[in-house]
């Protein structure tokens, strides 16, 4: 996990260097829109009566939030983020370290057996010699051959793995400091309230990006723990040649496969906590835009008009 913390140190580094621009860039879009909001606010309440005090506040809130963005908002999430996975990476060494004590005792067992089955000491030519003679086949030779083939292709699917897992942690940082240089700007349209609902749609994205490093930790945990299952088993039952190898290597693939579908696993975890709300309200939000750039604008031409005309 060392190259995880350095992405999050880049990560740091670059949202010092880059952040305070796009924060500029905010600051100019929540003055406008405040001027927006204000000026639709003074007419509403001069056309119906009454102020609307909280809606009137809302820019200088958001105002103070952009000012202390990366404390109040990128920091907490981050922390969040780096302590699941450090907690989820310690669980999964624990794991790993019990594999390689199963691979051990798995290569022990095997070479008791054959230990066992070696009746005589010759030398390799008297046994080629032997299975000429006798014509017996090469599936009955001994196993080594074939195991040595399986390790080698589940070798290559654990690499698979790991590859797997390095490019879900790297995009889903590079999406997080995406979302982190943006947020800024999400918020500051926020102070419109058509865009209201972009702030609890941001958030949304953020923790379902956020969530892909524990879940693919998660699922290595799971997958790596079914091995551990099934090599304690062929202990137990004597079965250390190849049935628990084969097993072993159809798990690693699932373990692939299942790394390249966290985004979407992460998708269905927000969905399931409130997240289709969220995308509902996005979606009603794109299509009131329109309506409510267009209500504002009459707005505030009528309230020129009516005091400065």
């Not at 005090?53 to 963005?69: D, N």
């Not at 790297?170 to 419109?192: D, E, K, Q, R, V």
């Not at 309200?281 to 794109?286: E, P, R, T």
Request: proline content about 3%; hydrophobic content about 50%.
């Amino acid at each position: 996990m060392d190259f995880l913390q350095e992405l999050y140190n880049l990560k740091s580094l670059l949202l010092d260097d880059v952040f305070p621009q796009f924060q500029y860039v905010a600051s100019g879009i929540g003055g406008i829109a405040a001027t927006i909001l204000i000026v639709t606010v003074c007419y509403e309440s001069y056309i119906k009566g009454g102020f609307d005090l909280g809606l009137a506040l809302r820019p200088f809130c958001i105002a103070f939030v952009l000012s202390v963005f990366p404390q109040l908002v990128i920091a907490p999430l981050d922390g969040i983020s780096q302590a699941t996975t450090k907690w989820m990476s310690n669980i999964c060494d624990d794991m790993k370290s019990e594999r390689e004590l199963l691979n051990k005792r798995i290569k022990a067992a095997i070479e008791y057996e054959e230990e066992a089955t070696d009746v005589d000491n010759t030398d390799i030519a008297d046994m080629d010699a032997k299975y000429q003679a006798s014509n017996v086949s090469r599936a009955e030779m001994p196993g080594w051959i074939e195991r040595s083939c399986m390790n080698i292709m589940i070798w290559l699917v654990n690499l698979l793995t790991h590859v797997a897992q390095v490019f879900v942690s790297f995009l889903s940082i590079i999406y997080m400091m995406l979302l982190s240089l943006t947020g800024p700007i999400t918020f500051a349209l926020a102070i419109i309230p058509s865009f209201r609902s972009g702030i609890t749609s941001w958030f949304a994205r953020y923790i379902q990006i956020m969530l892909w490093q524990p879940l693919a930790q998660i699922f290595i945990f799971l997958t790596g723990s079914i091995g551990n299952i099934i090599l304690e088993t062929a202990l137990k039952e004597e079965r250390t040649i190849t049935s628990p190898q084969l097993t072993l290597l159809c798990v690693s693939i699932v373990s692939v496969i299942g790394l390249f579908k966290i985004p979407t696993i992460a998708e269905w975890v927000v969905e399931s906590t409130g997240g289709t709300g969220f995308n509902a309200a996005v979606n009603k939000a794109g299509v009131n835009s329109a309506a409510g750039a267009k209500r504002g604008a009459i707005a505030a031409t009528a309230f020129f008009k009516r005091f400065l005309g």
